[in-house]
Every structure is written in C-alpha cells, then in structure tokens.
C-alpha cells in the first residue's frame, strides 16, 4: 500500500494550509514546539474538524496520553515505532476517515 503524505514545520503551518479538512489521517507527537500535538487535536475538534489522529512519541506521560485518547485519537504509540504498529495504526485511522 501506498500513502501520499505532507510533512509540515509546525501545527501552525498546517493550521494555515489549504490541508486542513482535506487529510485523511495525522501523525502527531505529543510534544512539538509552539503548539503541541495536544493543543492541535484540540483546535481541531472546536472547529469541528473530525480528523483521526496517530500520535507517535517518546516523551508521552499517562496523563497525556489519557487525554490524546480522550480527545478521540486513534493510538498513541511509544517511539521507538515498530513499522507494524505505525502501519495498523494508519489502517486504523484511514477506516475512520471522512476521506477515501
């Protein structure tokens, strides 16, 4: 399977791109610089945008990820991610998707 995908610099940067409510799935750290993942899964669901989301990290506390799963993300996965995990966790995602 192929996936066609677009890196971004910031949740900022995607925020003010014309991807937003066009993507299929993001991949999200918990923790990134100036708006973290968290903040960004927020911003989304009050603006009604109803993305899934994959969280993968390395700095995730309980909490965090308490939250992440709460706001409705679809996994958090621990960094190192195996290929396998990342991969079910994508088919996850794309199967809630609003987007083929």
């Known amino acids: 399977m192929v996936f066609n995908a677009k890196a971004f610099r910031s949740a900022a940067e995607f925020l003010s791109s014309s991807y937003v409510g066009q993507v299929a799935c993001l991949i999200l750290d918990i923790r990134m610089p100036e708006m973290d993942g968290l903040e960004l899964q927020h911003r989304l669901a009050e603006t009604s945008q109803r993305v899934p989301i994959v969280f993968a990290t390395g ?4 909490n965090e990820e ?4 709460q706001g409705g993300a679809v ?3 621990r960094k190192p991610v195996s290929e396998g995990l990342l991969f079910d966790a994508i088919q996850s995602a794309l199967g809630r998707s609003l987007y083929p």
Do not use: E, Q, W, Y
């Open 59 to 62: 700095h995730a506390n309980d």
């Open 75 to 77: 996994a958090v996965l």
């Open 66 to 69: 308490k939250r992440a799963m």
